[in-house]
C-alpha cells in the first residue's frame, strides 16, 4: 500500500487465493474459521472485480467450490432450529446471487452484438460464460436440503446458456437429492415433495439429452427414476435404544436401512 510501483495482483492471483480458501477446516473453532475463510473468498472475488480484472471459468468454479466446501449443513440433526434452517437458506440464497451476478447475460450479449453491427459498443461488464464446470460446482455449492427446489433453476439455466450437462454431473445430482430425500425429523420413508418434483425434472432433462448413452448415464437415469417415484408413508419406530442413548446417528441408520 506504501508503494506506488507495487505490481498489481493478477487474475491468477485471486484465482489461487479463492482456491485456497475452498478447504477443510479442522480446529477447535472450525464453524467460525469455515465462515471466516468463505468470506475472504467473496471479499477476493468482490475486489478483484473492483480493479477491474474480468473473473473466468477458473475463478468462480474456485469460489463455488468453497461455498460448497463451507455449506451449512443439518443434515443429520434431528432437531435443529429454525436459524440454522434459514442458515442455509441464506448460503443458498448467497450462492445463486452470486451465480446470477457473475454470468454472462443472454440479452445483454445479443444487445452488444446488434451495436457491434452497425459500428456501435456497449460498455462490457466483466461476466463469465458458464460451462459444465460451473454448473457442476454450482449444484454442489447450494446447501444440501435447498438443492431440491433449485434444481429446475440451474438446469434452465443450463439450457438457457446452451450448456448441455454430462451423465456425470446428473449423477452427481442425484445422488446429492438422495441423501436429501426423506425428512428424519418426521420419522417416515416418505420421499419429500421437493425432491420428487426435482427428480422428475432432472428425468426429463437426461432424457431430451440422451444422458443414457453417456458413462454412467444409466446409472443416473436408474436412481432419478427412483426417486421421481412417490413411496407410500411408511412410519420408522424409533429403535429401543433411543431413549436411552437418544442418539441421532441411529435413527439416521433407520431411515437410511
Not at 24 to 52: C, H, I, R, W
Not at 57 to 63: D, E, G, P, Q, V
Not at 139 to 167: R, T
Request: hydrophobic residues 40%.
Amino acid at each position: 500500500a506504501e508503494s506506488c510501483s507495487r505490481p498489481l495482483a493478477s487474475r491468477g492471483t485471486y484465482n489461487i487465493l479463492i482456491s485456497a480458501c475452498a478447504r477443510t477446516v479442522k480446529t477447535p473453532s472450525s464453524q467460525e474459521n469455515s465462515a471466516s475463510l468463505l468470506q475472504l473468498a467473496f471479499d477476493a472475488y468482490a475486489l478483484m472485480t473492483q480493479q477491474g480484472i474480468a473473473p473466468d471459468h477458473i475463478t468462480l468454479t474456485s469460489l463455488l467450490h468453497a461455498c460448497a466446501k463451507h455449506a451449512p449443513t443439518n443434515e443429520h440433526r434431528l432437531g435443529f432450529s429454525r436459524d440454522q434452517v434459514d442458515e442455509e437458506r441464506q448460503h443458498t440464497e448467497r450462492v445463486i446471487d452470486l451465480f446470477e451476478a457473475s454470468v454472462s447475460d443472454v440479452t445483454q450479449k445479443r444487445e452488444r452484438a446488434a451495436l457491434a453491427r452497425v459500428g456501435l459498443h456497449a460498455a462490457a461488464t466483466p461476466t463469465v460464460e458458464p460451462n459444465v464446470a460451473v454448473f457442476s460446482a454450482l449444484i454442489g455449492a447450494v446447501a444440501p436440503k435447498c438443492l431440491p427446489e433449485e434444481v429446475a433453476f440451474i438446469l434452465g439455466q443450463a439450457q438457457i446458456h446452451k450448456v448441455a450437462l454430462n451423465s456425470f454431473v446428473l449423477l452427481n445430482l442425484a445422488r446429492r437429492l438422495q441423501k436429501v430425500r426423506v425428512d428424519p425429523k418426521q420419522f417416515t420413508l416418505e420421499t419429500r415433495p421437493e425432491v420428487l418434483e426435482a427428480a422428475r425434472c432432472a428425468l426429463r432433462y437426461a432424457e431430451r439429452h440422451g444422458v443414457a448413452a453417456q458413462p454412467k448415464g444409466k446409472t443416473a437415469m436408474q436412481l432419478l427414476k427412483r426417486l421421481s417415484k412417490p413411496t407410500k408413508r411408511q412410519a420408522v419406530a424409533a429403535p429401543a435404544n433411543r431413549t436411552r442413548a437418544g442418539t441421532p446417528d441411529t435413527v439416521m441408520w433407520t431411515l437410511e436401512n
